[in-house]
T-cell receptor
Framework: NAGVTQTPKFQVLKTGQSMTLQCAQD?????MSWYRQDPGMGLRLIHY???????DQGEVPNGYNVSRSTTEDFPLRLLSAAPSQTSVYFC????????????FGPGTRLTVL | LAKTTQPISMDSYEGQEVNITCSHN???????ITWYQQFPSQGPRFIIQ???TKVTNEVASLFIPADRKSSTLSLPRVSLSDTAVYYC????????????FGTGTSLTVIP
């Protein structure tokens, strides 16, 4: 199993540009989530999904959209990038049970100029 | 979300036992306590999880008192490779699948 994969690893955008961060998992996990991590800070939940076709907002959802058309993929879209969205983005997945641990991807480092 | 409080940083010498305490005064009855480890430029990695009393695995031990308002992660005989940030999370069915990471504890192991 590849686990949780994220692309790209690094990305530089100009203010106002749009892009999609890709996340995929091959463990057949129902739950997937996106976090952002700013320098010296912990991870903050952006959006999450408990299954295909179901998404919900986390702690910091503004400026981001998600969709979940398949169990495997959970892309994160920035419609109009802003410098405040400069961060490292982590995708995670876990099975359905609340006690199951989350498996994290390697992260995408995004810089918005 | 049940929030947690941890020390911002800790230093320890190689070979010593390290105990990191996490405070979670608002923990709910159905919440579990989970600890993650994060190395620079990597995603967090699961270390240990517990509900009450003591849990031990090949990496660490987790001590949870009866009132469950705090927990202590114990790392036996740390090495330089244990230098990382450690996060305590509290969550379960009542948190709607959301887990609050907090700022974590940055552990530096000194030779």
């Amino acid at each position: 199993n590849a686990g949780v994969t994220q692309t790209p690893k690094f990305q530089v955008l100009k203010t106002g540009q749009s892009m999609t961060l890709q996340c995929a998992q091959d463990m057949n996990h129902e739950y997937m989530s996106w976090y952002r991590q700013d320098p010296g800070m912990g991870l903050r939940l952006i959006h999450y999904s408990v299954g295909a076709g179901i998404t919900d907002q986390g702690e910091v959802p503004n400026g981001y959209n998600v969709s979940r058309s398949t169990t495997e993929d959970f892309p994160l879209r920035l419609l109009s990038a802003a410098p405040s969205q400069t961060s490292v983005y982590f995708c995670a997945s876990r099975p359905t049970r609340d006690t199951d641990t989350q498996y994290f991807g390697p992260g995408t480092r995004l810089t918005v100029l | 979300l049940a929030k947690t409080t941890q020390p911002i940083s800790m230093d320890s010498y190689e070979g010593q036992e390290v105990n990191i305490t996490c405070s979670h005064n608002n923990i709910a009855t159905n919440d579990y306590i989970t600890w993650y480890q994060q190395f620079p430029s990597q995603g967090p990695r699961f270390i240990i999880q517990g509900y009450k009393t003591k849990v031990t695995n090949e990496v660490a031990s987790l001590f949870i008192p009866a009132d469950r308002k705090s927990s202590t992660l114990s790392l036996p005989r740390v090495s330089l490779s244990d230098t990382a940030v450690y996060y305590c999370l509290v969550g379960g069915p009542n948190t709607g699948n959301q887990f609050y990471f907090g700022t974590g504890t940055s552990l530096t192991v000194i030779p």
